[in-house]
C-alpha cells in the first residue's frame, strides 16, 4: 500500500522527517522476499534457547520452530515437551534436529549457542573457541537460509555479532545482535521503581558494549514525554550523580546476581528476544537498542565495530538508527567504548 503524504511529512513545505530522524547503517540491502509461513529458527537449546523458543510461541510469532543443538537426547526431549502444549498453544510446526538442514528457509535464525568459559581460562582464548564453533555454525546457516536475519544472543554478544557478520557474507542491516536490549529493559525498571511507576512509560537507553563499559543515556531520558533531568534542573530539583551511577551499576550487575541465585538468566532475555523477533518479523519498526555495525555513527569513524545503538528494526532487519543527542560526556563513553570492542575483534582475525 502506498504511503500518504502525510505518514513521513510534517508541516506545509513537506518537511520529510524520517529521511533526517534515521541513518541507514552502511551495506544495507533491501527487504527479503515475504514468504507466507513464518519460520524461526533457535540454534542451542539450553536454558536461554528454550525461553526465547517458548515466548515465541506463546506470542505466535511462527508458523514453525526448527530447534538445533548437538545433544541429540536433549534437544528431543525439549521438542517434545513443547509439543505436548499443542492443546494450549497456537498451531506451530515445531521441529529439531541436530542437522542445520532443518533451518533452511528460516526467515529468522536465532544463534544462542557458544562455548562456556572453563576455569581459569581467559577471555581471547573462550574468543577463539567461540570463533571456531562460529565457523562451523554459520556458513551452513547462512547457506540455508539466504534471505533470513541472524540474530545472535551468544555471548560477548557485541564480538560474535561481528563474526557472524564476516562469516555469513550477509549485508550488514541482516546481521543484529541483541545487545543492550535486555539492559535498557533492566535500565527501565530500575527507574520505574525507584519512582513508582509502569516501566512501559519510561524511555531509557543502555547503548554501547553489553557489558562493563556499556553507557547509560540519561541525557535523553523521559518519563511520559517529559525529559527527566531537565525537568529537575527547570524545577531546582537536587539529584546526586553518585545515585545515578548506582542504577547504570545494578542494571551492568543485574546478570551475574541473577545467575549467583539462580544459576543462569532465562526469562528476562526470552522475552527481550521475542520483542526483536516481533518488530523483525511483523515489520513493527520499532526501536531498540541492539548491537549493529557502528561505524559512521556518533564519532565512531575507525573499524568495524559492532555494539548497540537505538536502531529501528523491520522486515528488512535494521532500517536505521536513531539520531539521538548526546553529550559530550555520553558521546565521549560511546566512543571508549567502540575501542574497546575493537581492540578484541582485531584479536580475532576473521
Known sequence: MQKTASSSTLGPDGLDIAQSFFKPIQGASPPPPISRNTKISVVG???????????????????????????????????LDLQHAAAFLPRTKISASVDYSCTFGSDLVIVTAGARQITGES?????????????????????????????????????????????????????????????????????????????????????????????????????????????????????????????????????????????????????????????ILRDQRSIHPVSVLAKGFYGIDGGEPFLSLPAQLGRSGVLGVTNIHLTEDEAIQLQESAKTILEVQSQLGV
Do not use: C
Open 45 to 79: 537449546v539450553g536454558n536461554v534457547g528454550m525461553a526465547i523458543a517458548q515466548t515465541i510461541l506463546t506470542q505466535a510469532l511462527a508458523d514453525e520452530i526448527a530447534l538445533v543443538d548437538v545433544n541429540a537426547d536433549k534437544l528431543r526431549g525439549e521438542m
Open 123 to 279: 577471555r581471547l582464548n573462550l574468543l577463539q573457541r567461540n570463533l571456531a564453533l562460529f565457523s562451523k555454525m554459520i556458513p551452513p546457516l547462512a547457506a540455508g537460509s539466504p534471505d533470513t536475519i541472524l540474530l545472535i544472543v551468544s555471548n560477548p554478544v557485541d564480538v560474535l555479532t561481528y563474526v557472524a557478520w564476516k562469516l555469513s557474507g550477509f549485508p550488514s542491516n541482516r546481521v543484529i545482535g541483541s545487545g543492550t536490549n535486555l539492559d535498557s529493559s533492566r535500565f527501565r525498571f530500575l527507574i520505574a521503581d525507584h519512582l513508582d511507576l509502569n516501566a512501559q512509560d519510561v524511555q531509557a537507553y543502555i547503548v554501547g558494549e553489553h557489558g562493563d563499559s556499556s553507557v547509560a543515556l540519561w541525557s535523553s531520558i523521559s518519563i511520559g514525554g517529559v525529559p527527566i533531568l531537565s525537568f529537575l534542573e527547570r524545577q531546582q530539583i537536587a539529584y546526586e550523580t553518585q545515585t545515578l551511577a548506582k542504577i547504570h551499576k545494578e542494571v551492568v550487575e543485574g546478570a551475574y546476581e541473577v545467575i549467583r541465585l539462580k544459576g543462569y538468566t532465562s526469562w528476562a532475555i526470552g522475552y527481550s528476544v521475542a520483542s526483536l523477533a516481533r518488530s
